[in-house]
Structure formats: C-alpha cells, structure tokens
C-alpha cells in the first residue's frame, strides 16, 4: 500500500503545486486552475443467481475517487482510487494515476504512470463506463476479472493521413499481485505479469451521413502469473469494431464486437485459444437504451472449459454520469441464469461521460 500512498501523493502535489504556473502562461490553449478537479463515483449493484447463494443480495461494488487537472497547458494529471469491498473487508486501490503529455509534436503524445492498457474496447473503461453489469467472460479470462492495468509509459502518434489513424506503443511492468487482496483468487485463474509490450492501432472515419465507425488492433505480449514457478509465456492478438448509427427523431443504432486470439506456453505445453462477444444495442431516446449480447470464451488453462452465454440489457439513463440498469444472464451450456441490478452515479466536473 506504501507504494499506492506515493503514487498518490506524488500526483497530487503536482496538481496542485504546478498548476498555478500554467495558469499565469499567456497564450495558453487550456486554462489551469490552483486546485484539480475532483469527482465521485457510485457503482452499487444487487443481483439473484441461480443455484448460487454467494453472489445473491446487495453489494457496493465501487467507489471511485477521481482528481484530475492541468500541470501545465500540455500536460494533464489524471488519478482514479477505488474502494472496493470484499469479505467484508474495505480496499483502496489505485486503479490509475498518470501523466498525459500531448502536443509535444504534431501528431505526438505520450503517457507516463499506472493506467489501464489500450487493449480492444472493454479494457481501458470503468465499470461506470460499460454498456452491461457485467463483463464480457472473454476479457475476464484472457485479460482477468479487473483488466490489465500496470506501470510504464505509452507513446501515441496521429499518422498525417485524411482521415483519423492512431498507433500506440507500450512498455509496462505488472507486479504479480496489484492488489493485495488478488492473492486470494483462485490459483486456476490466468492473469498478466511482469514485463508487458503492448501495441494499438485504431481509427474512426463517418463512411455516411449519420454513421461512425471505429476499429482498432491491438497486441500484447508478457508473462503469465506462474512465471516465476515455470515457463509462463503469453501472446494476445486482438480486434474491435464499434458502428453507430443515428436514425431519426434522436434514436439511435449500435454494434460492438471483440474477438481475441491468445496463446499462451505453459512448461511445454502450448495453449491456443479463441473467444470474443458481439452487442447490439437500440437507444430510443436520449434516456433508454435496450441491448443484447452473446458471448463465447474458452478458458485460458489446460482444462479447457468453455462459456457461452446471453444476456439481455435495459438501461435508463438519468443524466450524462447517473443511470440505472438491468441485466438478465443466461447460461447456454450449464443452463444456469442471473438477474443483476445497477445504479450508477457520478458528481462532479469530471466524472466518466458513460457511453
């Protein structure tokens, strides 16, 4: 936790310390202020499941602290902490806390700090962010329940071309534990350490009037989290593609797909695996949206066990950063099923605009 207290610290200071400097620069394209901006926000979920006393009843999944700011007109701090329970215990954990640097050239940027990687489309958001209550299964087993997040620095170029292409590059270091309490996970459960590489290309282009569409690819490359124990090598190659489309009268229309190749070596076995999930999304109003989604994922283990599953999605939205959502899971292998219940809610100036 020391280690989290510094990140803390260390980041906060130059907010507020640094910024009344920027604030005094003539000519400056964004105004800095003395103090950060701080936001909350609220994930508090209930949910019934079949068959599974555990995961029944009321939780507070998340509170998530953010304080973000300018240090100068170029460069912006951005730090999240997270409260979570578990065991009745409580956790605080920094989910991010990093340095933006833009404009250094034309088209050049990059980022130093603790953040979550540019991995496909669900990795790098918030719960609050999501489009479901719960995550698709292929990034829980090839990315871990949380996500990959870990320390180093990624750089980001806008390629001088028509139309919108961004490339980025990562190096990262993830301890085998970033949080304490991941030590009580289940010792079967894949997940990321170590020395990380990861790459992204992706772009956004308006093909036709009232349409956009987004693609990327991206790649990991790093250690397993049994490195140290034996040979725990992993490779993930990875796609996604976002369609809107906005229909008259303010409805609109929505598609999402990942699908993620991963191979990991085990000693000397060698481990291939395939998944991915697809959403189709209809958004009425400014206030409903109504969602389906499919998923399909192989675990990441010698056993293999596989997961398809169907859900169904309503959500309405209150206000840019508060909605309430519901979300019926269905198991097409076990034939087990779940209701899940979320209110989401954010204040302050930076909260996470939800999707």
């Known amino acids: 936790m020391k280690k989290h207290y510094l990140w803390i610290a260390a980041l906060a200071s130059l907010s507020l310390f640094s910024s009344l400097e920027a604030q005094t620069r003539q000519g400056s394209v964004i105004t800095a202020t003395n103090l950060p901006d701080i936001s909350v926000m609220g994930n508090f979920q209930a949910s019934t499941v079949h068959g599974d006393a555990e995961n029944t009843g009321f939780a507070m999944k998340e509170i998530e602290l953010a304080i973000q700011g300018y ?31 833009s404009g250094v050239s034309e088209g050049l940027g990059f980022k130093v700090g603790k953040k979550k990687l ?26 871990g329940s949380e996500g990959v997040s870990a320390e180093g620095v990624s750089v980001e170029y806008v390629l001088p071309l028509p139309f919108f292409l961004q490339a980025e590059l990562g190096v990262w270091q993830k301890k085998g534990a970033a949080h304490e309490h991941e030590e009580e996970e289940e010792e079967s459960a894949f997940a990321w350490s170590s020395w990380l590489t990861n790459a992204r290309l992706w772009s956004s282009v308006a093909p036709m009037k009232d349409m956009e569409v987004e693609w990327g690819v991206s790649f990991l490359a790093g250690s397993g989290v049994e490195f140290q124990e034996y040979r725990d090598l992993a490779t993930l190659w990875g796609t996604d593609v976002t369609l809107r489309y906005w229909l008259e009268d303010g409805a ?42 499919g998923d399909y994922s192989p675990t990441a283990e010698l056993t293999k066990t596989e997961y398809k599953t169907a859900s169904l999605i309503g959500t309405y939205q209150l206000t840019e950063t508060s909605k309430f959502r519901l979300e019926y ?16 809610f954010g204040v302050g100036p930076h909260s996470h605009v939800l999707q």
């Open 71 to 101: 240090l100068y007109p170029t460069v912006r701090s951005d730090i999240f902490l997270g409260l979570h329970q578990e065991d009745g215990e409580t956790h605080l954990d920094v989910e991010e806390a990093f340095l933006t640097f």
């Open 329 to 344: 899971k269905q198991d097409l292998i076990a034939e087990d099923h779940g209701l899940f219940a979320q209110i989401l």
């Open 252 to 293: 609109k229309l929505m598609m999402q797909g990942e699908a993620f190749a991963l191979k990991r070596e085990v000693e000397d076995a060698v481990i291939d695996r395939v998944g991915g999930y697809g959403y189709l999304g209809y958004k009425p109003n400014k206030s409903w949206e109504f969602g389906i989604r």
């Open 118 to 143: 540019s991995i496909g489309k669900q990795n790098s958001l918030h719960p609050e962010q999501w489009l479901w209550v719960n995550q698709p299964q292929v990034v829980t087993d090839f990315l």
